[in-house]
T-cell receptor
Framework: NAGVTQTPKFQVLKTGQSMTLQCAQDMNHEYMSWYRQDPGMGLRLIHYSVGAGITDQGEVPNGYNVSRSTTEDFPLRLLSAAPSQTSVYFC???????????FGSGTRLTVV | QQQVKQSPQSLIVQKGGISIINCAYENTAFDYFPWYQQFPGKGPALLIAIRPDVSEKKEGRFTISFNKSAKQFSLHIMDSQPGDSATYFCAAKGGSARQLTFGSGTQLTVLP
C-alpha cells in the first residue's frame, strides 16, 4: 500500500517552460487536492477534486491546470512556469466519509 | 485573507517540558480542526483532530483544547521529546470548498 505517490521529487525549470507534476493514490480515495508550501505561509490550496471528472479551484489557482480522468491520478500542470511558482508542492487525498487527509512526500520545484 | 492564524512562528522547549501552539479561526462554518506534523523533506502527517462539539481531545502526549466561543484551538505536547522537533500546522475544514485551510506553521525545537 503505497499511499500517495508524487513524482518527480525535485525539478528545475526555466521561466516559460511547462511541466506536469504527477500524483497517484492507491487507496480508492474520492477527494484529492494540490497544495503549495511556501515559508511562513503554510500550505495553500491550488486545485481540488471530489471525484473523477470533477475539479475546482482553490485559493491560488492561477498558472495551474488540473484534470481527473481516473480516481487514482490527479496531475498538476504548470502552463508557463514563473519564478513565483518556486515552491514545494504537495498532493493529498481522503476517502468519502473520512476526515483525515493523506499527503504525498512533495515535489520541490525551482523556476529560474 | 488568512482564515487560520497560528502562533508562535517558532518555539524552543526543553526536554520534558510542555509545548503549546495556538490557532484562531474566523470562519464559523469550519467543522473539523486537525493538527499536522511535518518533518524536513516529508509531507505533513495527521497528528490529532477535533470536532467543535467537544472541548478537548487527548491522544497520548498530545492534547487539543478547543474554545468554540473564542474561535480558538491549541495543541499541547506534554513531556516534549527531541523526536517531537518538527513543524506543526493547525488547519480547519469547512466552508463552501470543504477543503483544508492551514495556519502558517510553528517550528518546534525540543532541546535534549
Amino acid at each position: 500500500n503505497a499511499g500517495v505517490t508524487q513524482t518527480p521529487k525535485f525539478q528545475v525549470l526555466k521561466t516559460g517552460q511547462s511541466m506536469t507534476l504527477q500524483c497517484a493514490q492507491d487507496m480508492n480515495h474520492e477527494y484529492m487536492s494540490w497544495y503549495r508550501q511556501d515559508p511562513g505561509m503554510g500550505l495553500r490550496l491550488i486545485h481540488y477534486s471530489v471525484g473523477a471528472g470533477i475539479t475546482d479551484q482553490g485559493e491560488v489557482p492561477n498558472g495551474y491546470n488540473v484534470s481527473r480522468s481516473t480516481t487514482e491520478d490527479f496531475p498538476l500542470r504548470l502552463l508557463s512556469a514563473a519564478p513565483s511558482q518556486t515552491s514545494v508542492y504537495f498532493c493529498a487525498s481522503r476517502g468519502q466519509g473520512r476526515w483525515g487527509y493523506t499527503f504525498g512526500s512533495g515535489t520541490r520545484l525551482t523556476v529560474v | 485573507q488568512q482564515q487560520v492564524k497560528q502562533s508562535p512562528q517558532s518555539l524552543i522547549v526543553q526536554k520534558g517540558g510542555i509545548s503549546i501552539i495556538n490557532c484562531a479561526y474566523e470562519n464559523t462554518a469550519f467543522d473539523y480542526f486537525p493538527w499536522y506534523q511535518q518533518f524536513p523533506g516529508k509531507g505533513p502527517a495527521l497528528l490529532i483532530a477535533i470536532r467543535p462539539d467537544v472541548s478537548e481531545k487527548k491522544e497520548g502526549r498530545f492534547t487539543i483544547s478547543f474554545n468554540k466561543s473564542a474561535k480558538q484551538f491549541s495543541l499541547h505536547i506534554m513531556d516534549s521529546q527531541p523526536g517531537d522537533s518538527a513543524t506543526y500546522f493547525c488547519a480547519a475544514k469547512g466552508g463552501s470548498a470543504r477543503q483544508l485551510t492551514f495556519g502558517s506553521g510553528t517550528q518546534l525545537t525540543v532541546l535534549p
